[in-house]
Structure formats: structure tokens, C-alpha cells
């Protein structure tokens, strides 16, 4: 009887649990993840989202994990954000967030890239 399990899935979160970090981001469910962890959406936006190809995906990470470390997790998963790192914006649940907001199970972190201009037009009546 052949598989229904997808390959390149299967690769994936081997790849993701043979790290030496306890923390596993996929683009899939949670329902092949750790007992004891957090779990959290991940969404990304404008050129965050581009350089990702994805706009989101889901993180399994250690209960004490804060922004920075999602954030960590995500960009060794899609080393293309590195370039984000200093500048990206973050929202958890709809909220602003600092990088050290701790996070917690079913929260959703959205990873904004640093936003430009907006500068004052004059207009003469």
C-alpha cells in the first residue's frame, strides 16, 4: 500500500526536529509536534512574506520563548529574512510588540518588514 504522507513534509520536520534547538516552524499543522511546547502562528507580511514564500506557517517552541526567539527560529528556517532582523516590526495577537514579549500557546506573532516614508504633503489652496 503506497504512503500518503508527503516526502518533502516528512523531510522537513526531520530536518527541523535533528536540530539542536527544541523549536520546530512548519507550514503545516500541529498535529505531528511535541507535547510540553508552545504553539504559535507565524504570519508574515510585504517583503518579509516575499523573501519567505510564505505567509505563513506554524511554531512549535519552548514555553519561555519570547519574540526574539520566534523570530530566531523563523529566520533559521527562511535565512533570507537575516537582512529583516534589525528593523522588523512585530505584532502578537493584534497587538504591538516589543522583541522580548514573552509568547505563549495559540498566540498569533506577525513579522512586519520596516516601513518607509509617509512624509507630510503640503498642498497650497
Request: a negative charge.
Amino acid at each position: 500500500m503506497a504512503s500518503t504522507r508527503d516526502p518533502l513534509w516528512e523531510m522537513t520536520l526531520a530536518t527541523a526536529r535533528g536540530t539542536d534547538s527544541q523549536t520546530v516552524c512548519t507550514g503545516r499543522d500541529f498535529s505531528l509536534m511535541s507535547e510540553g511546547m508552545i504553539k504559535i502562528t507565524v504570519l508574515l507580511f510585504g517583503a518579509c512574506r516575499e523573501a519567505a514564500g510564505t505567509g505563513e506557517l506554524n511554531c512549535e517552541l519552548e514555553p519561555a520563548a519570547d519574540v526574539t526567539r520566534a523570530f530566531a527560529e523563523v529566520r533559521r528556517r527562511f535565512p533570507q529574512l537575516g537582512g529583516f532582523e534589525r528593523h522588523a516590526l512585530f505584532a502578537v495577537n493584534e497587538e504591538h510588540a516589543r522583541p522580548g514579549h514573552r509568547l505563549r500557546d495559540g498566540d498569533t506573532l506577525a513579522i512586519f518588514p520596516p516601513v518607509s516614508g509617509g512624509g507630510v504633503l503640503e498642498f497650497e489652496w
